[in-house]
DNA sequence: GCATTTATATATCGAACGATACAGAATCAG
DNA sequence: CTGATTCTGTATCGTTCGATATATAAATGC
């Protein structure tokens, strides 16, 4: 443990938390340094020499909210046993999250950087990629039920883009303060209706083919 | 018209124009001033002297952008004859919109302000007040349905808020790139599905009650 | 002990932010 | 014409932004 010159003299993994929970809340640019620093408690250069940049510190704490919070999203597509319940999981899993009261209301991923100055273009393209790995993941998982007889072949694209948008619609609207019995309400109604999509993105894959 | 002083050098109505077309594509805090003026085509003390401002000139160019695409919104639930019929065109053109390529895409009420630092939470604040608007005309246009024999006795605030959500979804796909095919696709889903929905919000409101 | 190395706290830096002071230009009333 | 009024362009204002220079403190190697 060759650990030369003075030590740390902060807990860096438990800053870096608190740096996400700071992004997560006021989104790139509405998390200044000076909230950062007084959040994690700790002064710009210490900020500086731990992490290097503003940017370097978001993208950290995008990582780790998506080794957190993309956990549930990961848990649901691979461990339930059918495409149905995995994207009910998925949607649920992700509405109780949205709505606990211990953290920013709605996804970091949607909601951090959907406005930025041009300057900070590569920002909002980082997290573009990521949603776009989200809907890839939920595509993927719809593709497998195929394979696995779970599903009939249906447009996979098209209920993947479907409920894509619905949980970054649940992002805006747990941001706006629905309760998580309204957001549930609004799953009832996107998961009562998976049957007649299925229906739908097979026939209407099949009047495309 | 006792226009005394000197003449203004520009037209108002014009610059507000171009200003929300920036405040749309960037938001609230990444439309800086510079940016504003350099497309309004005048200089501070110009837009100072017209719009008293910031906030005062985004709060204009808000309410010119809901009487210019607010239109598109208020036109479908009115005149539309039944409820499927009003929610189908609001989606439909609200996905025209937000793919025109020679607008923003997506919505600016929804995407101008989702992340806004603290001192500027008023804004924030006033796009709120606007979507909780949008919702609460489509939940009337429903329940004017159900006054007129169009739609059963069911759960219109779940129905609205199924949509709304829909619809601030289509906006983050809109400004993440999605074609306007890619979006009617996703139109195409949430619609499918209108009868199993219907009857599903009828039961639950039953069991509820 | 003493040199080296690294982290800390204070005190900024230059740039960009939103917003104005000011002088001159353009119009009106008389 | 003169005086009053309003707009325009230049040149800033004070603040905050992200990011550092500097000196000191705390550890290691020898």
Chains 1, 2 share one sequence.
């Not at 408690?41 to 992490?51: R, W």
């Not at 597509?77 to 949205?98: C, M, Y």
């Not at 779970?150 to 609207?173: F, H, K």
Request: hydrophobic fraction near 45%; aromatic fraction near 6%; charge should be positive.
């Amino acid at each position: 443990m060759a650990e030369r010159g003075r030590p740390r003299n902060f807990d860096r993994a438990a800053a870096l938390q608190q740096a996400m929970n700071i992004f997560w809340q006021r989104g790139y640019e509405g998390a200044s340094l000076c909230d950062l620093t007084a959040a994690m408690g700790i002064n710009a250069p210490s900020l500086y020499a731990a992490f290097g940049c503003k940017e370097a510190l978001f993208r950290e704490a995008v990582q780790l909210y998506s080794e957190r919070e993309g956990l549930l999203t990961a848990r649901a597509l691979t461990e339930q046993p059918t495409a149905r319940q995995a994207v009910e999981a998925l949607l649920r899993d992700n509405v109780g999250a949205f709505t606990d009261p211990k953290k920013p209301a709605g996804c970091m991923i949607v909601l951090a950087a959907t406005n930025c100055s041009t300057a900070n273009q590569a920002i909002s393209d980082h997290l573009l990629e990521r949603r776009r790995f989200i809907t890839a993941a939920l595509r993927r998982r719809l593709q497998r039920a195929i394979k696995e007889g779970d599903l009939p072949r249906v447009d996979v694209t098209a209920i993947a883009n479907y409920y894509t948008t619905l949980l970054q619609g649940l992002s805006i609207q747990a941001r706006d303060g629905a309760s998580r019995a309204a957001l549930n309400r609004i799953v009832d109604c996107g998961m009562a209706t998976w049957n007649t999509l299925i229906e739908t993105a097979k026939t209407a894959s099949l009047i495309k083919a």
